[in-house]
């Protein structure tokens, strides 16, 4: 059978590898893995979405035309 010493150095052992698995675990998340997706369950982010896109469109449509008038 082990001494007490031995058997508290192997867990104090196991104790430090646990500490580390957790400090890996925890680290904190940047910005934008905090806001990434945080609105999507959200109604109105849907028509925000939308309207986006539509305004994007018009840019697009709009810079078309007078560079072909140019």
């Known amino acids: 059978m082990s001494t007490m010493e031995e058997r508290l150095s192997a867990l104090e052992a196991e104790l430090q590898a646990v500490k580390r698995q957790l400090e890996r675990l925890a680290k904190p998340r940047t910005w934008l893995d905090q806001v990434a997706g945080s609105m999507a369950p ?3 982010f849907q028509e925000v979405l939308r309207l986006g896109r539509e305004f994007r469109q018009a840019e697009n449509n709009t810079s ?4 072909e008038g140019a």
């Open 42 to 44: 959200w109604p109105e």
């Open 64 to 67: 078309g035309k007078a560079a």
